[in-house]
C-alpha cells in the first residue's frame, strides 16, 4: 500500500526544492516535498534566517527567511504536499517507479510509503550539524547557541561570537545595535570571511579578538562569561549573556549515500539534464556536482527547472522538453 502516489518527489526543502516544487506544478506535475527539518528553508532557516542575502537575481538584498517565504507562496497555487520532519530513508522501485520509504524523525515506527513517477534530490549538502564549542562540553546552562533564528532573542545583551568564517561575521553585522555589545573571538590571525565583510565589522568598531580560545563558560542556569586565553596575553574574562558558536558544521548525506547514486565527494553525479545514474532520479542544487560546477542559490534554481522539465519527458515521452514561458500562458 502507498500512503501518497504523485508525479514528483522533492527531496530536499530548501531554496531549489520549493522552486522545484513551484515549476513542477506549472509543469501540471503533483508533488511531494520532504524534508527531515520540521520547517520548509532547508539551511536558510536553520541557520540564517535573519542574514541578507545578495546573490538572488531581482533582489538587490534578501533577508533568508523572507526569500523562503516567497518560494512558498510562489509554489501555494499548485498545492504540493509537504511531508516534513520525515527523512527518506529507502529507495525502491515497482514498475519502473521509484518508492521512497520515509521515517519520521521523532520514531522510525511512524514509517510512510511514497510512489512517484520521479524523484529530484535537493537536499542540500544533506543533512548537517553543527560544530560543538569544545569548550562548552561540560556547561549545561542556557545562552550558547549555534544559529540566531531571531535576533529581538539578543537585545540589549553581551553577546560573544566565536568563530572567524562568514557566518561569525554576518552575526557580528547583524546583531550589532541589537545586542548591548558584541565581540568575535577567533583562535588565528587570518579568517575565512570574506575580507569585504572583515573591513565592514572592523568598521563599526566590533572589537575582534584573535589568537585567542574559550577555555571555560561561567555561569550556572545561564551564561554570564566567557574565559579566554589570548596569546602573548594570558588568561582574559569577557562579560556574556550568550555565545554564538559560529564554527561551521557537518554535513551528511545520510540513507542517500545508501541508495546506489555515483557520489563524488559526498555529492551527486548528474549529467547535463540533471540525471543520476539511477533510473528517474535527479538531482539539483548543492547536492549535484557536475564539471565547472558553483554552488549559488541562482544556480540551483535554474537547475531545479533544468530537472523538473526533464522529469516531465521521463515521465511522458510525448510532453515538450521546453513548455514555453510563463508569460506566454493565459
Not at 257 to 264: N, T
Not at 306 to 328: M, Q, R, W, Y
Request: glycine fraction near 10%.
Amino acid at each position: 500500500m502507498h500512503d501518497l502516489t504523485v508525479d514528483l518527489a522533492i527531496v530536499g526543502a530548501g531554496p531549489t526544492g520549493l522552486f522545484a516544487a513551484y515549476y513542477a506544478g506549472f509543469r501540471g506535475l503533483s508533488t511531494a516535498v520532504i524534508d527531515a527539518l520540521p520547517e520548509a528553508g532547508g539551511q536558510i532557516t536553520a541557520m540564517y534566517p535573519e542574514k541578507q542575502i545578495l546573490d538572488v537575481a531581482g533582489f538587490p538584498s534578501i533577508k533568508g527567511r523572507d526569500l523562503v517565504d516567497n518560494l512558498l507562496r510562489q509554489a501555494a497555487p499548485f498545492s504540493p504536499d509537504y511531508l516534513l520532519g520525515r527523512q527518506a530513508r529507502r529507495l525502491d522501485y515497482e514498475d519502473g517507479e521509484p518508492v521512497l520509504e520515509l521515517v519520521s524523525t521523532a520514531g522510525p515506527e511512524d514509517a510512510r510509503r511514497l510512489r512517484a513517477k520521479a524523484v529530484i534530490i535537493t537536499g542540500g549538502l544533506g543533512s548537517f550539524a553543527p560544530r560543538p564549542l569544545p569548550a562548552a562540553a561540560d556547561f549545561h546552562g542556557a545562552g550558547i547557541v549555534y544559529f540566531v533564528p531571531e535576533l529581538a532573542a539578543h537585545a540589549g545583551q553581551d553577546v560573544v561570537i566565536v568563530g572567524g568564517g562568514d557566518s561569525a561575521f554576518d552575526w557580528a553585522l547583524a546583531l550589532h545595535g541589537i545586542a548591548r555589545s558584541t565581540v568575535i573571538v577567533h583562535r588565528r590571525e587570518k579568517f575565512r570571511a570574506h575580507a569585504s565583510t572583515v573591513d565592514r565589522v572592523r568598521g563599526l568598531g566590533v572589537p575582534i579578538l584573535v589568537n585567542a580560545q574559550v577555555t571555560a563558560i561561567h555561569g550556572t542556569e545561564r551564561v554570564t562569561g566567557v574565559q579566554l586565553a589570548v596569546k602573548d596575553e594570558g588568561p582574559r574574562l569577557l562579560p556574556a549573556d550568550a555565545i554564538v558558536a559560529a564554527l561551521g558544521f557537518t554535513a551528511d548525506l545520510g540513507p542517500l549515500g545508501e541508495w546506489g547514486l555515483d557520489l563524488d565527494h559526498r555529492c551527486i553525479a548528474v549529467d547535463s539534464t540533471l540525471a543520476t545514474n539511477l533510473l528517474r532520479i535527479y538531482a539539483a542544487g548543492d547536492i549535484a556536482t557536475y564539471p565547472g560546477k558553483v554552488r549559488l542559490i541562482a544556480t540551483g534554481f535554474g537547475e531545479a527547472a533544468t530537472a523538473v522539465n526533464n522529469a516531465a519527458v521521463a515521465i511522458d515521452p510525448d510532453a515538450k522538453l521546453f513548455p514555453g514561458h510563463s508569460s506566454e500562458q493565459p
